[in-house]
């Protein structure tokens, strides 16, 4: 009965990735030739200041990403487990970014954001006039603000959810020993939401990791190599400089990074837990 | 289950960030609606934030006129073949895993737990190759084959943890009656599943609607283009006429909009369910 | 858990032996996407519409010989067409630039030798045009639309409220961008965003400078072709433009396939740009007020004044081509070949090339071009084209794809005051 969810996987995931393997030993150009290559890929990548930069910059994404996402997420489903109707109306409303395809957005912003017709030059305010995707210096911000823009909401839902589940008789407890709604939400709401954190921050880590539709439509990788970010070097340097090699280099170096993350914080919480439940069934 | 304290004291800094953020989801999104009806010569006259002086309903023909509903049921179709087959193979592998008494459920298990991780980008470049050797290339089963592969471990996941809730003794019982483990699958699991299976149907359904490398890598002619794709070469081929082009959003996006209406509570029950535990 | 790593190493090895079988077939499988007739790959915009009403004519007269056309974005395109060759889903008729790719294709026996049976056409062509599609003295590409040189457009309106005129020589031109500065416009539009308008530029200093010396030492892979002295000059030209503001402080996020870019001289936001003709009825369409009262120039690029450069030399694209690819049936590539020497450029065509302000690369056509409704810009492009002492192909067209993502990679850098020309040369020479 697993066989053709197996099959499925197997020949479209798992084959594609010893695929990459072996394609990383190789030279080849999409067009001639495929000769050996031995480790010269490797080294090459390892050499090249575009990728170990593409590589910086996926970590440096990553953490601005959990840090910008996480926080806003957390105070808006606390926020919004609250019943009253207005916050409903909010709850509404904050979900229609979800609705949004990354094509969609990315188009959208960069309009939104062009420094010569854009929302800036609209509302006259200097602060916003800024050159933001043509700044080297704020692009990766602008980038991590959009992808914020489409992904907080739903991580406001997680959080809204995992609120939700808190006893009230917690709150009720502690507000007769004299606790204010500061100390409730550092001692009851934080500690009990803790694995609705992890998940949302595991989920936060991996989409930021390979992060891709959104940042080749906004910024195609510039200005200059700013915000050009591990997945997209791997496909421009696979799909724009036909180097097949190096590509499948930087591909396997994404699944190994996005598998040491997702092994690592399913170590500290989730997964574990999830484990031993299925060892007891 | 309301938050008594709520109600007691007004959370001031929380409302407060929430009426800011609520500006900056819907400036861009008030800036998509009234572009999208601005006439093509206002657009680098007007103030891009104020009404439309003529507002015109011209950019959504022009979007119309090229063949854009040729792409949206190409998106249907993609979307809908992708989902209903990923949530058929997932339920039948979930219910293994979950009946299962060796360690083969738990490395099926393991595995959709590894598969999580890997990234779509990665896997691409073979993917490719594998299709254009099927015979698939430029074909709606190339969109569709690889997105169900890629969302099995997820919706594996989420159906496991919750197929596990099912009360052993309702297993127990249907065994008794000698129904075979296709019968439990149809008549036990999957009715008890329905919400788990709404969840993850949505949320999988809006990943495919939204999906763009594999359109971008393994199609490449207007029969097989599908909207998020669209988009992007209507930014190219429409060049200046930023109206259309947001107009085009507009249209990408009514589909799920209205199915967000008629279902929200489901939708959003769904989502949090999934991954709120 | 052993167990499993086990299973585990043998869907491994099960799994390898596929995808290496498959990897290695790719280079030779025949017989293109299906057996239903000739194929063709357009792009969208520019010359689209022309070429869709030939393709309509030919499969009107030849209802035997279909040829079924199809048109990508430009992006997408060249994604797409190099991995579609590469395993044998090419179209028949293929459309590109020329240059290396056309080499690579060929060196790799990709499209086929049509220097017989499309001489009727070559005949007519201007022999600077002609000449790109030819590798080792045969023809494997022919032109298919309009000669696309790059042109330095003004909005006079916008130059003569800041007192100054169109430059013809580089100082000039830096005399232009300070009175346009002191005016508060943009002196120059650019598209950083989008890279390719910057190749432009230091294409246009780079002939200039050192004339077509400069560009053919990296096509012949010679040792510090990029830091040779007038090279390096062009590059440091690019600094001194950047640093004197020319640009504006914005360029790095104008998108040109969004057309932000002529959008800002059409409504007097710039002064000039450098682009290819291509945007002409782009100015039609967003500014013909502007076009209509005489306020639309065009302009060859500057002299550069101690450069060795010939002032008549043109950058850009000669023409896009068009090749049979090798792969196809035999009588698929017989009707392409029919079609490139009956119908490319017959009168229809020229005729619907010039309704839309493109100029075909064929000899002789100045009385037609007078006809013409707005025959200014179309006799313009036309006599720098026929008159051009050398028709320089875009750069990243005429180097291989990975010299030329270095180069988009470097020169973006170098705009932005990431690298110095120094470090642009020196980056560059290590790509050769």
Same mark, same amino acid.
């Given at each position: 009965?697993?066989?053709?969810?197996?099959i499925?996987?197997?020949?479209?995931a798992?084959?594609?990735?010893?695929?990459?393997?072996?394609?990383?030993?190789?030279?080849?150009?999409?067009?001639?030739a495929?000769?050996?290559?031995?480790?010269?890929?490797?080294?090459?990548?390892?050499?090249?200041?575009?990728?170990?930069?593409?590589?910086?910059?996926?970590?440096?994404?990553?953490?601005?990403?959990?840090?910008?996402?996480?926080?806003?997420?957390?105070?808006?489903?606390?926020?919004?487990?609250g019943?009253?109707?207005?916050?409903?109306?909010?709850?509404?409303?904050?979900?229609?970014?979800?609705?949004?395809?990354?094509?969609a957005?990315?188009?959208?912003?960069?309009?939104?954001?062009?420094?010569?017709?854009?929302?800036?030059?609209?509302?006259?305010?200097?602060?916003?006039?800024?050159?933001?995707?043509g700044?080297?210096?704020?692009?990766?911000?602008?980038?991590?603000?959009?992808?914020?823009?489409?992904?907080?909401?739903?991580?406001?839902?997680?959080?809204?959810?995992?609120?939700?589940?808190?006893?009230?008789?917690?709150?009720?407890?502690?507000?007769?020993?004299?606790?204010?709604?500061?100390?409730?939400?550092?001692?009851?709401?934080?500690?009990?939401?803790?694995?609705?954190?992890?998940?949302?921050?595991?989920?936060?880590?991996?989409g930021?990791?390979?992060?891709?539709?959104?940042?080749?439509v906004?910024?195609?990788?510039?200005?200059?190599?700013?915000?050009?970010?591990l997945?997209?070097?791997?496909?421009?340097?696979?799909?724009?400089?036909?180097?097949?090699?190096?590509a499948?280099?930087?591909?396997?170096?994404?699944?190994?990074?996005?598998?040491?993350?997702?092994?690592?914080?399913?170590?500290?919480t989730?997964?574990?837990?999830?484990?031993?439940?299925?060892?007891?069934? | 289950?309301?938050?008594?304290?709520?109600?007691?004291?007004?959370?001031?800094?929380? +409302? !407060?960030?929430?009426?800011?953020?609520? @500006?900056?989801? =819907?400036?861009?999104?008030?800036? &998509?609606?009234?572009?999208? /009806? %601005?006439?093509?010569?206002?657009?680098?006259?007007?103030?891009?934030?104020?009404?439309?002086?003529?507002?015109?309903?011209?950019?959504?023909?022009?979007?119309?006129?090229?063949?854009?509903?040729?792409?949206?049921?190409?998106?249907?179709?993609?979307?809908?073949?992708?989902?209903?087959?990923?949530?058929?193979?997932?339920?039948?592998?979930?219910?293994?895993?979950?009946?299962?008494?060796?360690?083969?459920?738990?490395?099926?298990?393991?595995?959709?737990?590894?598969?999580?991780?890997?990234?779509?980008?990665a896997?691409?470049?073979?993917?490719?190759?594998?299709?254009?050797?099927?015979?698939?290339?430029?074909?709606? +089963? !190339?969109?569709?084959?690889?997105?169900? @592969?890629?969302? =099995?471990?997820?919706?594996?996941? &989420?159906?496991?943890?919750? /197929? %596990?809730?099912?009360?052993?003794s309702?297993?127990?019982?249907?065994?008794?009656?000698?129904?075979?483990?296709?019968?439990?699958?149809?008549?036990?699991?999957?009715?008890?599943?329905?919400?788990?299976?709404?969840?993850?149907?949505?949320?999988?359904?809006l990943?495919v609607w939204?999906?763009?490398?594999?359109?971008?890598?393994?199609?490449?002619?207007?029969?097989t283009?599908?909207?998020?794709?669209?988009?992007?070469?209507?930014?190219?081929?429409?060049?200046v006429?930023?109206?259309?082009?947001?107009?085009?959003?507009?249209?990408?996006?009514?589909?799920?909009?209205?199915?967000?209406?008629?279902?929200?509570?489901?939708?959003?029950?769904?989502?949090?369910?999934?991954?709120?535990k | 858990?052993?167990?499993?790593?086990?299973?585990?190493?043998?869907?491994?090895?099960?799994?390898?032996?596929?995808?290496a079988?498959?990897?290695?077939?790719?280079?030779n499988?025949?017989?293109?996407?299906?057996?239903?007739?000739?194929?063709?790959?357009?792009?969208?915009?520019?010359?689209?519409?022309?070429?869709?009403?030939s393709?309509?004519?030919?499969?009107?007269?030849?209802?035997?010989?279909?040829?079924?056309?199809?048109?990508?974005?430009?992006?997408?395109?060249?994604?797409?067409?190099?991995?579609?060759?590469?395993?044998?889903?090419?179209?028949?008729?293929v459309?590109?630039?020329?240059?290396?790719?056309?080499?690579d294709?060929?060196?790799?026996?990709?499209?086929?030798?049509?220097?017989?049976?499309?001489?009727?056409?070559?005949?007519?062509l201007?022999?600077?045009?002609?000449?790109?599609?030819m590798?080792?003295?045969?023809?494997?590409?022919?032109?298919?639309?309009?000669?696309?040189?790059?042109?330095?457009?003004h909005?006079?309106?916008?130059?003569?409220?800041?007192?100054?005129?169109?430059?013809?020589?580089?100082?000039?031109?830096?005399?232009?961008?300070?009175?346009l500065?002191?005016?508060?416009?943009?002196p120059?539009?650019?598209?950083?965003?989008?890279?390719?308008?910057?190749?432009?530029?230091?294409?246009?200093?780079?002939?200039?400078?050192?004339?077509?010396?400069?560009?053919?030492?990296?096509?012949?892979?010679?040792?510090?072709?990029?830091?040779?002295?007038?090279?390096?000059?062009?590059?440091?030209?690019?600094?001194?433009?950047?640093?004197?503001?020319?640009?504006?402080?914005?360029?790095?996020?104008?998108v040109?396939?969004?057309?932000?870019?002529?959008?800002?001289?059409?409504?007097?936001?710039?002064?000039?740009?450098?682009?290819?003709?291509?945007?002409?009825?782009?100015?039609l369409?967003?500014?013909?007020?502007?076009?209509?009262?005489?306020?639309?120039?065009?302009?060859t690029?500057?002299?550069?004044?101690?450069?060795?450069?010939?002032?008549?030399?043109?950058?850009?694209?000669?023409?896009?081509?068009?090749?049979?690819?090798?792969?196809?049936?035999?009588?698929?590539?017989?009707?392409?070949?029919?079609?490139?020497?009956?119908?490319?450029?017959?009168?229809?065509?020229?005729?619907?090339?010039?309704?839309?302000?493109?100029v075909?690369?064929?000899?002789?056509?100045?009385?037609?071009?007078?006809?013409?409704?707005?025959?200014?810009?179309?006799?313009?492009?036309?006599?720098?084209?026929?008159?051009?002492a050398?028709?320089?192909?875009?750069?990243?067209?005429?180097?291989?794809?990975?010299?030329?993502?270095?180069?988009?990679?470097?020169?973006?850098?170098?705009?932005?005051g990431?690298?110095?020309a120094?470090?642009?040369?020196?980056?560059?020479?290590?790509?050769?």
């Amino acid at each position: 009965m697993a066989a053709p969810a197996l099959i499925l996987f197997g020949v479209f995931a798992i084959v594609p990735l010893f695929g990459v393997a072996a394609l990383s030993f190789v030279h080849w150009d999409g067009l001639g030739a495929i000769t050996w290559a031995g480790f010269d890929n490797w080294t090459d990548a390892a050499s090249d200041p575009v990728s170990r930069n593409a590589l910086w910059l996926t970590v440096k994404l990553t953490v601005l990403c959990v840090l910008f996402q996480a926080p806003v997420s957390l105070l808006l489903g606390v926020f919004l487990a609250g019943r009253q109707r207005y916050r409903a109306l909010l709850a509404t409303l904050f979900f229609l970014p979800l609705l949004f395809s990354s094509a969609a957005v990315a188009i959208t912003f960069t309009a939104l954001l062009d420094p010569n017709f854009g929302a800036g030059s609209a509302l006259d305010l200097p602060l916003l006039a800024q050159n933001w995707l043509g700044d080297p210096q704020l692009a990766l911000y602008v980038v991590v603000f959009v992808i914020g823009w489409c992904f907080i909401p739903f991580h406001t839902l997680i959080y809204q959810a995992g609120t939700r589940q808190i006893p009230r008789e917690l709150y009720e407890a502690s507000r007769m020993d004299g606790a204010g709604p500061v100390q409730q939400f550092f001692h009851i709401t934080l500690p009990m939401l803790k694995y609705t954190i992890v998940t949302s921050t595991t989920l936060m880590t991996v989409g930021s990791l390979t992060y891709f539709d959104l940042i080749f439509v906004l910024t195609g990788g510039g200005p200059g190599n700013a915000t050009r970010v591990l997945p997209l070097d791997m496909y421009l340097t696979g799909f724009r400089s036909y180097d097949m090699g190096r590509a499948s280099v930087l591909a396997l170096v994404l699944v190994i990074v996005g598998l040491a993350v997702s092994l690592g914080l399913n170590r500290i919480t989730g997964a574990s837990r999830m484990e031993s439940q299925s060892e007891g069934s | 289950m309301a938050l008594q304290r709520n109600e007691h004291r007004p959370n001031v800094v929380g +409302a !407060a960030f929430a009426w800011l953020w609520l @500006a900056v989801i =819907i400036l861009p999104i008030y800036y &998509i609606f009234i572009t999208s /009806l %601005r006439p093509r010569e206002d657009y680098y006259a007007e103030n891009p934030l104020s009404w439309p002086a003529n507002p015109t309903l011209t950019a959504y023909q022009r979007v119309l006129e090229n063949d854009f509903l040729r792409f949206f049921a190409n998106s249907v179709v993609v979307t809908a073949a992708s989902v209903a087959v990923t949530l058929a193979v997932s339920v039948m592998a979930a219910y293994v895993v979950v009946r299962s008494r060796d360690g083969f459920g738990r490395n099926l298990f393991r595995v959709a737990l590894l598969g999580i991780a890997i990234p779509i980008q990665a896997a691409i470049i073979p993917v490719y190759y594998l299709i254009v050797q099927l015979g698939l290339y430029d074909t709606l +089963a !190339a969109l569709i084959l690889p997105s169900i @592969a890629f969302s =099995i471990p997820l919706t594996l996941l &989420i159906l496991t943890s919750f /197929l %596990r809730e099912i009360p052993e003794s309702l297993f127990e019982s249907m065994r008794m009656d000698g129904a075979t483990e296709w019968r439990i699958l149809l008549r036990l699991v999957v009715p008890l599943a329905r919400p788990a299976l709404a969840t993850v149907g949505v949320y999988q359904a809006l990943q495919v609607w939204n999906g763009f490398l594999f359109p971008l890598v393994l199609t490449q002619s207007a029969e097989t283009r599908v909207l998020p794709l669209s988009l992007w070469s209507f930014q190219g081929q429409f060049g200046v006429d930023v109206p259309a082009v947001l107009a085009a959003v507009v249209l990408s996006i009514l589909p799920m909009l209205a199915a967000y209406i008629l279902a929200r509570r489901q939708l959003v029950s769904g989502l949090t369910a999934g991954f709120g535990k | 858990m052993k167990l499993g790593t086990r299973r585990r190493s043998l869907l491994a090895l099960g799994a390898v032996a596929p995808v290496a079988a498959a990897l290695g077939a790719c280079g030779n499988q025949p017989g293109g996407p299906s057996g239903d007739g000739a194929t063709a790959w357009g792009l969208t915009g520019g010359a689209e519409e022309a070429m869709r009403a030939s393709f309509e004519a030919w499969n009107e007269a030849n209802p035997d010989d279909q040829i079924t056309a199809e048109y990508f974005a430009n992006d997408a395109y060249k994604e797409k067409i190099r991995t579609a060759i590469g395993s044998g889903n090419a179209p028949t008729l293929v459309f590109g630039w020329a240059g290396a790719t056309l080499a690579d294709y060929v060196a790799n026996d990709q499209v086929v030798d049509v220097t017989e049976s499309t001489s009727a056409l070559t005949e007519r062509l201007l022999p600077s045009v002609a000449q790109v599609g030819m590798v080792d003295g045969k023809v494997y590409a022919v032109p298919n639309n309009q000669s696309q040189p790059v042109v330095l457009y003004h909005n006079n309106e916008v130059l003569e409220a800041a007192g100054t005129q169109v430059p013809t020589t580089w100082s000039e031109l830096l005399a232009a961008v300070e009175a346009l500065k002191g005016a508060d416009v943009i002196p120059i539009a650019l598209a950083g965003q989008s890279v390719w308008p910057e190749l432009m530029w230091i294409s246009y200093l780079a002939d200039r400078v050192g004339g077509e010396a400069a560009f053919q030492r990296v096509l012949d892979g010679e040792a510090g072709a990029w830091s040779h002295p007038d090279m390096l000059r062009a590059a440091q030209m690019i600094t001194e433009l950047v640093d004197a503001g020319a640009f504006g402080d914005g360029f790095a996020s104008v998108v040109a396939d969004a057309g932000a870019d002529h959008a800002l001289v059409s409504t007097g936001k710039a002064g000039m740009i450098l682009q290819g003709s291509w945007i002409y009825p782009e100015f039609l369409t967003n500014a013909p007020d502007l076009v209509a009262g005489g306020n639309l120039l065009f302009s060859t690029f500057p002299v550069v004044e101690d450069g060795a450069g010939d002032p008549t030399s043109i950058v850009g694209n000669p023409a896009n081509y068009w090749s049979i690819t090798a792969s196809a049936s035999e009588a698929d590539q017989g009707t392409a070949a029919d079609y490139l020497s009956e119908a490319v450029y017959d009168e229809e065509h020229i005729d619907s090339l010039l309704a839309i302000g493109a100029v075909p690369p064929v000899a002789g056509l100045e009385d037609r071009i007078a006809q013409e409704d707005d025959p200014a810009f179309l006799d313009f492009t036309y006599a720098m084209v026929r008159d051009a002492a050398h028709f320089e192909l875009s750069w990243d067209q005429a180097i291989p794809a990975d010299q030329a993502q270095e180069l988009l990679n470097n020169l973006s850098r170098l705009f932005l005051g990431e690298i110095t020309a120094e470090e642009f040369a020196e980056a560059m020479d290590a790509t050769l």
